[in-house]
């Protein structure tokens, strides 16, 4: 046999293998190989595919350095590193940390979505989706960032690679991600396309990605006119709901990245393309390679970057400060049936050659097409749409009376811009459409250019799982350098090495047994995390002013957003919430993906949470930027929790205790504490109003706007959050005051800050004294201050009434006794003030199990109070989670009569009904991961203090006690079970949908949404939001081991009493004397993440 055929044979049937040992895989991890049914009668093997006509290899010195190919490199790093070996990935991250090799040059900072963002939008109101629309993206240049399919960029976005695809039934190439925008969803924005991030390491040393893209014409116009013509109380249309799918007609597109194993500007891809449907296809896979356009904004143009084809199958690229790399795009072998067969070769005999498939480079500038959009004129002839006119006949330009083609003779016209009435053009997209025969005059000619893509074709690929696969290869390397650009087997091999060392890290975070099912919703939501970074640039200053090069924006356009942040200078890779539906950072959101984050990559997440406190960030005042709708919205503060968990994650996990880190996040904290107190105390009596607050529509006003009832909004969550805020910033006071003992001072400082808060929520206006916890409902409420001093409460049963638990703290006695200082302010205060430091917060005097003291907004009797009302089926506690809004609701909303104006709310488990903040978000129901997690952590610290001696009844009215660590237990196994496979085959999240819950080919993908309906669970909002969704995988990781099925009895708790009551007797960090980097007990002791207490984690 010949070298190519054992080598298509390995990618194909999965013949000889690696070495080492190999990890069983998923329908979720599919191999390069075709699935061969069992037949049911004796059959002939199936011929080997064919070579490529090339001559047989032999090793190269390159394969004898690496010990003749044949063992991976995590073996051979073993060897060497012995005892100190950890894994490859680990040593990279390692590599990174200590800048030994940029292992993150390359990652996928690509975004999913450019278009349509504030960033983009120079209109003159503000309207963002209506000035840069879909229509537009593939012939406008961006100013701000890129965007594509699965997309990766050198780490300052100047260099980008992504896919694009072509059915031969659209009128475009798909290059990007399509959905709906704010104006046309009936619930806001939403994408509306089939993809999944399946994998990634943290130094992207291997990442898998899956698109599912149609066989007939992609729906867009269907798409977009059904979700307009539906209301808020319909669920939204979606992709599946169209017939786009059926009958299987689909492609599985696979995009697979690896690097070298000692070279991280070498990257392998692999797209591996399945034809899911019943008859043979035709797939054009168009990979683009292109240089982001830095040239059209400034004065003077800067030293331009090149693009040039060296040979017929390389482009090599020059920018002036990333330097030269060469992309080689690797000819590719016919496809092949799903037995194995390559088509065409009927029977053909071993050894005859089969011509392999070359692909066309195309070359093209990344510049605006003004003739086509405005019927302007170009700067170049050659502009960023070529690539859709060169492949698509019906795209092109109609031809000019001088026989010629007439370019850009019709305007596009959008379907998503605006009449001057504001109601949406009910225009099609009126883009040419007659054909002419193919011609050369939209891409270069020359070969050269600032874009370029390799256009791959594979025509009748058999269905039922025929395949097609292109490689190709970005390095600095020449050919000669780099023998796995000429033997396919290598770089197989190297790719395979890549997965099988992402296979190794991620088996070393799960500890104890865990089903398969969970480990995979584990890895796909880490993966997911680590693929939402994205080069985020912003320059207010040049934003607001508009660049020299272009026309000067409307002057109005200076008021509309954003004015007050001219400090602002970005040019980072940021995590964001959701690449498509939120491409840009939100503060709290960060905060939450920082933890998952930091189990994997420590130093990423601390970046993220430095940066958001640098100059160039936060303004001189210490506000932290909110997002960039309206970076001046508030939202929670979170961060000093979110900093201090990151610290001790890294300490648990890592061994490494980073108090730099932590002391110069912790002084530009001190900046942003003191602009809450004097922006949003406005009476000065501790008592916070604070806004947005990120809860969105949760109250029956809007937050963010003056109350339409008049008088000042005191806002029981405002209050709270700001007590949280104050025992996390003594938390870390009294941390860094074992390196420094000013600030135990400090600490002092933040002590008797939170028990004038505390006290705040019973308060004095004028002779009467107001109060936010309501005797009668046992639960915190907000409240109307109205000028003259009367209060009124608004009884709305929402998270607002529990985030109060959050401000919880459990201090050890050895912590007391090693600042005396501290101590000596702790007593003073509990004997000279007990009108202060007994109302509204848990009696500090009397000590708690192993002596603890307890610093919490919720005494004994209130935790009770709410707990009853949390844990009741009937109220706040889901099969999902806690309901962000009570069910009784459901029958007995709320309101009130304003003007003549009625303001209710309601309980709406599912989608927004109200077109507040957009409609594409709902706090008044459904479950939130995010405020889930920090009620989680509030249980587990409350028990640190309690123990045995607080029993709950859970659910309320069952009968059932249970001790409160046990009851975290019980919603963090809820809320896995959203994602987690039931004994059915059905998962919550999927929302009953029998192709995502049956279907081999989709029903190991999980989705992660922005928030899940309270009563069944289904995923709603963005689809990818995998930053705080991916909280998940913490809980998987931290209780997945006793964690039962969906919707089945809860079984004995054979783990449980060990590991809760041996591991809180234990003594915590703070009375270790030695300071050990290491607690005494480790995570994999417990088969968890580490200990339930949040403080020693």
């Known amino acids: 046999m010949s070298q190519s055929k054992k080598i298509q044979g390995k990618i194909f049937r999965g013949e000889g293998g690696t070495g080492g040992s190999q990890t069983p895989r998923s329908t979720s991890d599919p191999a390069l190989t075709i699935n061969i049914p069992k037949p049911a009668t004796p059959q002939l093997p199936a011929p080997a595919p064919p070579k490529l006509g090339k001559p047989e290899a032999s090793p190269s010195p390159k394969q004898e350095e690496r010990g003749g190919g044949t063992r991976p490199f995590r073996q051979r790093l073993a060897e060497k590193l012995k005892s100190e070996y950890k894994g490859a990935e680990r040593y990279r991250l390692d590599q990174d940390r200590e800048r030994e090799l940029h292992w993150k040059r390359w990652g996928p900072y690509v975004s999913d979505r450019q278009w349509a963002t504030v960033r983009e939008d120079y209109s003159a109101n503000g309207d963002a989706w209506s000035h840069f629309p879909h229509e537009h993206a593939r012939s406008r240049a961006y100013r701000w960032g890129e965007d594509g399919i699965a997309g990766i960029s050198d780490n300052h976005g100047r260099l980008n690679f992504s896919l694009s695809l072509w059915n031969e039934q659209d009128r475009i190439l798909k290059e990007r991600l399509f959905g709906v925008t704010g104006h046309q969803g009936n619930h806001g924005e939403d994408v509306k ?59 599985d597109v696979f995009l697979e990245y690896a690097k070298d194993e000692q070279d991280p500007d070498s990257v392998y891809v692999r797209i591996t393309s399945y034809n899911r449907g019943p008859d043979p296809a035709t797939l054009h896979v168009i990979p683009q390679f292109w240089f982001t356009n830095d040239w059209s904004w400034p004065a003077e143009k800067p030293k331009m970057p090149s693009m040039v084809a060296s040979g017929n199958s390389v482009v090599t690229a020059t920018h002036p400060t990333l330097g030269k790399f060469h992309l080689y795009c690797l000819p ?40 086509r959009l405005y019927g302007g004129q170009n700067e170049t002839p050659f502009v960023k749409d070529a690539f859709h006119d060169h492949i698509i006949p019906a795209h092109r330009p109609p031809i000019s009376p001088h026989g010629q083609p007439g370019f850009f003779a019709a305007k596009i016209h959008s379907n998503t811009v605006h009449r001057e009435d504001g109601t949406p053009s009910s225009e099609e997209e009126q883009g040419p459409r007659t054909p002419f025969p193919a011609t050369s005059d939209f891409v270069n000619p020359e070969k050269r250019g600032t874009k370029s893509a390799a256009h791959y074709i594979f025509e009748n690929v058999p269905g039922h799982g025929g395949c097609a696969v292109v490689r190709m290869k970005l390095t600095r390397r020449k050919p000669g350098q780099d023998p796995t650009i000429e033997d396919e087997g290598l770089f197989d091999d190297a790719i395979e090495e890549r997965r099988e060392e992402a296979n190794e890290f991620y088996a070393a975070l799960v500890m104890g047994p865990m089903t398969d099912d969970l480990q995979q919703i584990m890895r796909q939501a880490l993966g997911g995390m680590l693929w939402t970074k994205q080069f985020y640039q912003f320059v207010q200053q040049d934003w607001l002013n508009g660049d020299p090069a272009q026309p000067p924006p409307p002057p109005e356009r200076k008021w509309i957003r954003n004015k007050e942040w001219k400090h602002m200078y970005v040019a980072d890779i940021l995590s964001m919430p959701d690449k498509w539906e939120y491409p840009f950072f939100a503060a709290w959101d960060t905060a939450f993906h920082c933890l998952p984050l930091a189990v994997v990559d420590p130093e990423f997440a601390k970046k993220q949470l430095d940066l958001l406190t640098r100059e160039w960030y936060m303004k001189p005042d210490g506000q932290i930027p909110a997002y960039e709708w309206n970076f001046s919205d508030v939202n929670p503060p979170v961060h000093a929790w979110a900093t201090f968990r990151v610290f001790k994650i890294e300490r648990k996990l890592y061994g490494r205790e980073d108090v730099p880190f932590l002391e110069r996040v912790f002084q530009k904290l001190l900046l942003n504490f003191t602009w809450w ?55 870390i006071a009294l941390e860094l005051a074992k390196h420094n003992p000013v600030y ?57 009434g529990l985030i109060p638990l959050y401000a919880t703290l459990v201090i050890e006695p050895a912590t007391i006794n090693r600042f005396p200082g501290f101590k000596k302010r702790l007593e003073w205060f509990t004997e000279n003030r007990p009108g202060l430091s007994d109302r509204n917060v848990a009696n500090m005097k009397v000590r708690g199990r192993g002596e603890r003291r307890l610093l919490a907004l919720a005494n004994k009797e209130r935790l009770v109070s709410i707990l009853q009302k949390m844990l009741d089926e009937d109220e706040f506690f889901s099969e999902h989670g806690i309901r962000s809004l009570s069910k009784k609701h459901k029958d007995q909303p709320w309101g009130m009569d304003v003007h003549g104006q009625h303001y209710e709310v309601n309980y709406w488990p599912g989608d927004s009904k109200s077109g507040m903040f957009g409609g594409n978000s709902n706090w008044r129901g459904p479950i939130w991961l995010a405020v889930n997690f920090l009620l989680i952590e509030s249980l587990q610290r409350f028990y640190q203090y309690y123990g045995d001696e607080l029993q709950i009844e859970c659910p309320t009215g069952s009968g059932d006690y249970m001790n409160l660590v046990e009851v975290a237990e019980e919603i963090q196994h809820r809320i896995i079970h959203i994602f987690g496979r039931d004994a059915e085959g059905r998962r919550a999240t999927n929302g009953g949908n029998p192709k995502l819950d049956r279907d081999p080919h989709f029903r190991d993908y999980v989705w992660f949404h922005e928030f899940f309906h309270a009563d069944d669970g289904r995923g709603l909002g963005a689809s990818h939001q995998t930053g705080w969704s991916g909280l998940v995988a ?9 964690c039962r099925l969906p919707r089945t009895p809860k079984t004995p708790r054979s783990l449980a009493h060990h590991y809760f009551d041996e591991h809180i ?30 403080d020693a984690l």
């Open 193 to 251: 396309e089939l993809y999944y991030y399946l994998d990634s390491t943290p130094t992207h040393s291997y990442m898998k990605f899956l698109y599912k893209y149609p066989q007939k014409a992609f729906p867009y116009e269907e798409l977009v006119q059904e979700n307009q013509h539906r209301d808020r109380d319909v669920s939204e249309f979606e992709i599946l709901d169209t017939d786009a799918f059926d009958e299987d007609r689909y492609w």
């Open 332 to 371: 590719s072998p016919p496809p092949v049936s799903a037995n194995g067969t390559p088509i065409g070769e009927d029977g053909a005999a071993d050894g005859d050659d089969v011509d392999g498939i070359e692909p066309e480079l195309l070359f093209t500038e990344n510049n605006t097409n003004f003739h």
């Open 1034 to 1042: 913490y809980h998987i990781l931290q209780s997945g081991a006793t």
């Open 677 to 731: 107190v004097n922006r949003k105390d406005q009476g000065g009596n501790n008592v916070f109003e604070g806004g947005f607050l990120g809860l969105d529509n949760i109250g029956v006003f809007n937050r963010s706007e003056p109350l339409p009832t008049g008088g000042v909004l005191r806002q029981a969550d405002g209050t709270a959050w700001m007590a949280f805020y104050c025992l996390n910033m003594l938390n």
């Open 1065 to 1094: 007797e234990a003594q915590s960090e703070y009375g270790d004397e030695t300071h050990s980097l290491r607690s005494a007990y480790s995570a994999a002791d417990l088969n968890t993440l580490g200990d339930i207490s949040p």
């Open 744 to 800: 135990e001072d400090i600490a002092s400082k933040f002590f008797e800050h939170f028990i004038f808060i505390a006290d705040a929520m019973t308060y004095r206006e004028g002779e009467q004294e107001v109060s936010l916890w309501s005797e009668k409902d046992g639960l915190y409420y907000d409240a109307i201050e109205f000028e003259g001093g009367h209060t009124m409460q608004l009884p709305v049963r929402s998270l607002v």
